[in-house]
Structure formats: structure tokens, C-alpha cells
């Protein structure tokens, strides 16, 4: 990679990096897909920022962060951008992915094509309902939640998907951190107690309501 | 309102704001529910932005956009600002919804508590399946797509949830437009061909697997 457009010099890989910063690497990723589709080769921070309504300065003070990408008045090579950032982001690899409580929200993600498809798969799901267990949802036959232990070990699943009720997401919670799983997504209203080593991140779909109501106010 | 923590002159609320402000708008009212439930009563932008890892010049920028909320060197007073988030956002009456496909995922959906709580309610939910018309989906009974119009109109459904396959996106959104609903949550992954007066927000759940693995990088 030549000199960049950066404002700052890059950090090292292992330096702290906030949520909000991978939430917006995340964003850059998906304009950069949108890019390629639209089959547009090179883009500056600035026509990115235009395009996407994003902020420049905080593109590339993203991006310096990492290494340097652009070109002073050349800017971004569209696909190593993107091949870059699936590699920071970690998507250059597959992760697997346990679902927990296969009700109709876990019965859906199981399916879910984002779920099932470049660096995601969805190879396991537990519950704790006798008439769920054994069924077949997405590529797997549902197990129950007492053997999740074994299921995550041989299904070498990284990712754990909380669908139960709130009120059992602890002890599933717990479960899936005995059971070796590396991250949680939970989609419950429950306040997870977490260990640093297992990260929980919440996941609120009232959030993409909330933000349509703001473009309906009259 | 007192004078506040504002960097800028407060803007007109008809001024064109961003999606991506109306994402941390909401993000902010998130973290002023989290601090109520604590029982904070006052924040400052400074404490606000280390608590929830965000850019205290951000927050103050943002909110200084829709007037002047905190007194300087005193902060935010967390129960008012929470209500004036919610009256900005458009949180501060109910948003009808309806749900369009009722598969695992519109089922799910349709009986999630953040879309039955507060601001939003599931009112109805359509298919093009007869297997599915008829059947009790949350409090409603699942209606034909073909009676989509006369659904909205006697639901007073403002915001319709696309949950068809990806092929059948275009022609609902079409049909909800006809139907007088009023904006698209889009969960498909179909780029849709919308008119301005019905606004789409793509909703893709994927984003939430790739911030999980930045974190599980080795």
C-alpha cells in the first residue's frame, strides 16, 4: 500500500479499538460491496462521505488507524479496501455459529441468508423443548440445551446466539461460556453479567423502529 | 432550557438531518434509559462519552442541532433530555405496524417486545399463503396480501415490515406505497426502487455477526 490520505499514524493491531469504530469499519464495508456492484473502481474519502453521508475526516481517521489505504488525490482502490477491511474485521474466515433457543427468532436467523453465507454459518441450535429437539432448522437437527456442551465442541461453533425468553439468558449465557464459545449475540431485553473473555454484544431491533419513526414526525 | 453545552447555533427542526444523526440520537437515548435505570439524574457530555465510549464533542454537536439541553458545567439533566429525545425522534406516540410475510421471521417479529412496547405496535401482518391467512400471528389475525390497502387503512398501519423473499420485495413495497403506508423497514436483501414519500431503512442483521468477529480476531 502506498502513502495515504491518513491524518495519523497508524496503531498497532492489538490497541484497544471502540465498538463505534468497528460499527463504522462495518458501515465502510457495506458502501465499499455497494461499490463494487455499482462496479466503481477507485473512490476519494470526500465522494464517499458524499455519497454514503458520512463524515471524511472520520473515514480516514478510521482507516489511518489501521495502516494507510488511499492515495493523496487519488484516494481508495475499491477492492483492497474491502479486501482490507474483511481482514481486519476478521471475515476473512468462516465463523461458525450456535443458535440458542430455536423459537421463531432462532428458527429465522437459522435460515437467515446473512446468517448462512460468506463468513457466517449457522451449524448448530439448542433448546429446551422436548418437541423442538431433533427437528431439522436450517443445515442441522435442533439439540437440546443440556448437551450444548458437546454440540459446541463438535460443531467447533465460535458464536452464540441468544433466543430464549430474558429470563433464561444467564444461565445460557453462563452455558455457552462453559461450554468455550468466543462471543454472544443476544437479541433478549436481559442485562447480561459477562466475563471479558466472552463478549456479549445486545442486539435491540427496536433500534431500526425508532429510526424510522424520526423520518415519520409530522 | 438553559443556556447550554452547544458549539453551534441550534438548527430548524425542517433542516435535513442524517441518518447516520438519527442513529446516534437513538443511540444516546439508549444509554439515557440505561442511566435511569441506574438512577442517574445528571450527566455530563464529557462522563456520557466514557461511559458509553462515544466522542463528547459529538453529543454536544448532535443534540446542540435540535436546541440547547445542558447547562454548562453542570450537564444534562438525564430525565429531560430522555423526553426530549423521545418528542425529537417521534417516540412520544404510537407507531402502528404491519408486517409483511409471515414466516419464521414476520412471526418473530410480529411478537417481539420491542416491536409491542412504548412507541411501536404490531396492528396486523399479511401473506400470500392461505395456509398461513387466518392464523393467529401476536394480536392479530393474519390477513391476504391481496387486501393489503383495505389492512393499512382499517389498521391505521404507518411503517410496514418487509419480511417476504427477496424476489417478492419489490412488489410489496409497491403495494404498501399504494396502500398510503407512510415508510419500509426492508428486512430482505432486495434493493428496493422506493419513492421519497415512503422512505426504506434497510435492515441487515449481518452487521451484528461481523462486530462479533472483529472481537474474536486471533
Known amino acids: 500500500m502506498k502513502q495515504g490520505e491518513s491524518d495519523l499514524p497508524p496503531a498497532s493491531p492489538s490497541q484497544v479499538v471502540s465498538p463505534q469504530t ?3 469499519l462495518s458501515l465502510y464495508l457495506r458502501c465499499l460491496r455497494r461499490l463494487q456492484e455499482l ?6 474519502s470526500l465522494e464517499m462521505a458524499r455519497r454514503f453521508d458520512l463524515s471524511a475526516t472520520q473515514i480516514r481517521k478510521d482507516l489511518a488507524q489501521f495502516g494507510e489505504f488511499g492515495i493523496r488525490g487519488v484516494g ?13 474485521l476478521g ?9 440458542v433457543g430455536v423459537g421463531n ?3 429465522a436467523l437459522s435460515q437467515y441468508l ?13 433448546d429446551i423443548d422436548p418437541r423442538q429437539v431433533g427437528r431439522p432448522a436450517g443445515g442441522f437437527r435442533i439439540g437440546h440445551s443440556a448437551d450444548l456442551a458437546e454440540i459446541v465442541s463438535d460443531s467447533k461453533a465460535e458464536i452464540g446466539v441468544l433466543t430464549v425468553p430474558a429470563e433464561a439468558a444467564q444461565e445460557n449465557y453462563d452455558a455457552l461460556v462453559a461450554a468455550g464459545i468466543r462471543g454472544v449475540l443476544n437479541f433478549t431485553r436481559a442485562r447480561l453479567q459477562s466475563v471479558p473473555e466472552v463478549p456479549v ?6 433500534i431500526h423502529l425508532e429510526e424510522m419513526a424520526f423520518f415519520l414526525r409530522e
Do not use: M, P, W
Open 22 to 24: 468497528v460499527n463504522r
Open 39 to 44: 462496479r466503481i473502481r477507485r473512490i476519494s
Open 76 to 88: 481508495y482502490d475499491v477492492d483492497q479496501l474491502t479486501e482490507h477491511l474483511c481482514t481486519l
Open 91 to 99: 471475515l476473512d474466515r468462516r465463523h461458525r455459529v450456535v443458535i
Open 105 to 107: 427468532l432462532g428458527r
Open 114 to 126: 446473512g446468517f448462512n453465507s460468506g463468513s457466517f454459518q449457522v451449524v448448530a441450535g439448542v
Open 201 to 206: 454484544k445486545d442486539v435491540d431491533l427496536r
